[in-house]
Nanobody, 123 residues
Framework: QVQLVESGGGLVQAGGSLRLSCAAS????????MGWFRQAPGKERDVVAT????????RYVDSVKGRFTISRDNAKKMVYLQMNSLKPEDTAVYYC????????????????WGQGTQVTVSS
């Protein structure tokens, strides 16, 4: 049974930083693309960042480029999202996701989802 457990969310002031972590179990992990997605109230869930199976390729939504960094540790089965210079518009529930593919960049390519962690950025 695949489990993805996010942590690290919280309340932060604009300009601050947070680091989200996702612990994976029940899957190979080193052959799975991983991603972070977010969903704000009343909006659809959207991709934030993705990383391929070896971590050599990453992609970001334009609105977070230069501020967020996705990384992974295959030995620990962990994926991270370092979020700097946070803005109120980054407020959302953030979800970790795993794909059965080695590379995946869009929502429908992801097969497993965590329960989400709330990130709130105050102005």
């Amino acid at each position: 049974q695949v489990q993805l457990v996010e942590s690290g969310g919280g309340l932060v002031q604009a300009g601050g930083s947070l680091r989200l972590s996702c612990a994976a179990s029940g899957l190979t992990f080193s052959s799975n693309a991983m991603g972070w997605f977010r969903q704000a109230p009343g909006k659809e869930r959207d991709v934030v960042a993705t990383i391929n199976w070896v971590g050599g390729s990453t992609r970001y939504v334009d609105s977070v480029k230069g501020r967020f960094t996705i990384s992974r540790d295959n030995a620990k089965k962990m994926v991270y999202l370092q979020m700097n210079s946070l803005k109120p518009e980054d407020t959302a529930v953030y979800y970790c996701a795993a794909s059965k593919r080695v590379a995946a960049t869009v929502l429908y390519e992801y097969d497993y989802w965590g329960q989400g962690t709330q990130v709130t950025v105050s102005s």
